[in-house]
């Protein structure tokens, strides 16, 4: 048996052996008795004075074998595992305690042998054993004159373990019952330990006190560990607090200093707008097309603005994470407000912006950005607002309650599809099925036919005996000579997969023709499928579905749909398509409408969405530095946070206290082989004007 384990053992025996302790009771004592006549003892005392520990335990016991009954034996023990821990015999020493502690439970030496026990672990680096023993010590212990040792070695325990939070609350703990040298030993190690503490575990520890002195250090603390954060706004919120209520606090000056250098660090040149954007490189074109309608915003302000001088810097960020960071500090040093931008690196971009407390609005779906800090806005369409839309629109607009999902087994359609389910469960609806498919896929069958139920047969016993077998002639060959030929193929999706799945071909099949042998019976228990795929990926499923009668189903699908190449493709079969976009060049709103004549007009090409999110973004960043007239990138931001109905050619627009724009998506239908608005009911329809 391990010396560790003995000692835990005979701590536990200690602990819990028979009832539990009883309190020791405060009282006044009476008469010292004196020593005892017995010469074994007297001659232990001797020995023990003078360093002969092994003499002194010889007496020690001789004197216990002879007189155990005198009031004295209680002391010999406590000598007995004083001389063995001096002599180095640690486990002996606590087998000794331990039979004090059982032996003599009302003797007032036993919260003395119970602290050497946790001096022992403690020397030991047994820390955890010291926790423990030392809170069952604790509570039996009287609480106004023994328990602030007690207190001190379990905080000390807590430090070496690394717990600091719980070592500071023991520290705590002594500090206010300790007397003497001890308020001073207490209170510097709670100092001590105080300083390890983080935010989060210094607001918990300032929650549960209620001394003056210690709450002056705590928040003192608290307002340096958020600026080791780089949370400067709750670092000059709690510092501000701290200089107002402890004007005679040592650490005064130094905090005082403190909000000074945040609030100047805080200012930028009034009206100085930064962009980070991939102008050279493989997203050069996408950066370019941000920044045509950044220009856009900038040129209507500096119209209306009243002449206010507005500026903007511009750096490449070359979609490298280490170029954006460089250009987010090169834009900190020309003291801009905000920063608009990146697309790609925004995560690299929106961690420096934060650190340097400069408001950023990225342009990117990566997950998790808003979450990097309270100086970061994002301001573009996300999966999760088009899901949300989409399902939203079919459930309370169309009346759909049971979807199902054909998905690419890769990562965009998986998110989407958890996405898109997750949303029906939301919204009260179920989803009846759920395919997927291989990405490299041009045959769909497979997936189609197991999402209606028709990919495994009937057994013959299951079947309808008075459905008749009819037979009908075969598909015509794909060499057909009544057919165009190949150079001329007009259908795109025989161009790929060599079928014809033109719209009297797939009329030919199925329930449309009852001489067909191999009739399809679907079991559509949808009312619409969600396909998160590329255009031209949907355009070959869409007719495929029709082959296989799934028909008179709604057809959801992500912006990517917004595609010519959809409806030369598919058109026939779309028309009970819905899908959400950020933005819809078409639209009969005057605003957009307007912006779309004025980019036409300065470039020559017709605007999408990201020339769309750039130019609100701008726009609403230009506004608020018009309207609050602030040097402060703290008040910006604030009132950046506050807008919540910004009428933007990309939707209305509001932003979350976490900083994630909250839109109102476009909702496009298909209408005479083209997309339009497709309006909810409280909304009043567009007028579509003829070509």
Partial sequence: MTSITRTVILIFMVVFWGCAPKPFPVSIPGPVPEMPGHQAFQDAERAFENGLYTEALDGYYAFLREAYDDPFADDALFKIGSASRLAGRDDDAIAVFSRLNREFPESVLVPDARLEILKILFDSGNFES?????????????????????????????????????????????????????????????????????????????????????????????????????????????????????????????????????????????????????????????????????????????????????????????????????????????????????????????????????????????????????????????????????????????????????????????????????????????????????????????????????????????????????????????????????????????????????????????????????????????????????PKKAGLIIPQLAYYDIRDVYLLGTNLWNSSTLLEMSGEYMKGTLIADGFFADSQSEGVKQFVAAFQHAYGRTPGFIEAVAYDSAMMVLQTMRQTATDSRRDLKEALLQINDFDGVSGRTGFAQNGEAEKTLQMLRINRGRFVQATRTHEAEPVIQSQ
């Fill in 130 to 534: 010291v926790v423990k023993y030392g809170l069952a010590y604790i509570e039996p212990t009287d609480p106004t004159l023994l328990r602030t040792p007690f207190f001190l070695i379990v905080a000390d325990a807590y430090e070496e373990m690394g717990a600091h939070l719980d070592a500071a609350r023991f520290y705590y703990r002594a500090w206010n019952t300790a007397s003497g040298a001890d308020v001073e030993v207490a209170w510097t190690k709670l100092k001590y330990t105080a300083e390890q503490l983080g935010a989060d575990d210094l607001q918990q520890l300032i929650s549960q006190v209620t001394d003056r002195r210690l709450m002056g250090l705590l928040l003192y603390r608290l307002g340096m560990a958020f600026i080791l954060d780089e949370k400067y706004d709750d670092a000059m919120d709690v510092l501000d607090a701290f200089v107002e209520r402890f004007p005679e606090h040592p650490d005064y000056s130094d905090a005082s200093d403190m909000i000074r250098s945040l609030t100047e660090r805080a200012r930028f040149t009034p009206f100085s707008i930064g962009c980070v954007l991939p102008l050279s490189g493989s997203y050069a074109m996408f950066g370019q097309r941000a920044l045509n309608g950044i220009e856009m915003a900038l040129s209507q302000t500096s119209q209306t603005g009243g002449g206010i001088p507005f500026t903007i810097l511009v750096e490449d960020s070359r979609s490298d994470p280490t170029v954006a960071t460089k250009a987010v500090d090169q834009l900190d040093q020309q003291r801009v407000g905000a920063i608009l931008g990146p697309m790609s690196a925004a995560e690299a971009a929106s961690q420096t912006a934060q650190a340097r407390g400069i408001p950023i609005l990225v342009f990117t779906q990566r997950d998790g950005i808003p979450d990097i800090g309270s100086y970061v806005f994002r301001n573009f369409i996300t999966p999760q607002m088009q899901v949300r839309a989409l399902v939203s629109f079919a459930v309370e607009e169309l009346g759909a309650r049971r979807f199902a999902i054909l998905y690419p087994d890769e990562n965009y359609g998986r998110r989407y599809m958890n996405l898109f389910w997750d949303q029906v469960v939301d919204y009260g609806g179920v989803v009846n099925g759920v395919e997927m498919y291989d990405p490299e896929s041009t045959d769909f069958a497979t997936p189609i036919k197991k999402m209606a139920g028709i990919f495994y047969d009937v057994p013959e016993d299951l079947t309808v005996a008075s459905l008749p077998r009819l037979h009908t002639p075969p598909l015509p060959p794909v060499g057909d000579a009544n057919r165009q030929p190949k150079s001329v193929i007009a259908d795109p999706v025989e161009r790929i997969t060599g079928i014809p799945l033109d719209r009297k071909t797939i009329d030919t099949l199925g329930r449309y023709n009852p001489d067909r042998e191999d009739q399809w019976h679907p079991i559509v228990e949808f009312d619409a499928v969600f396909i998160p795929d590329a």
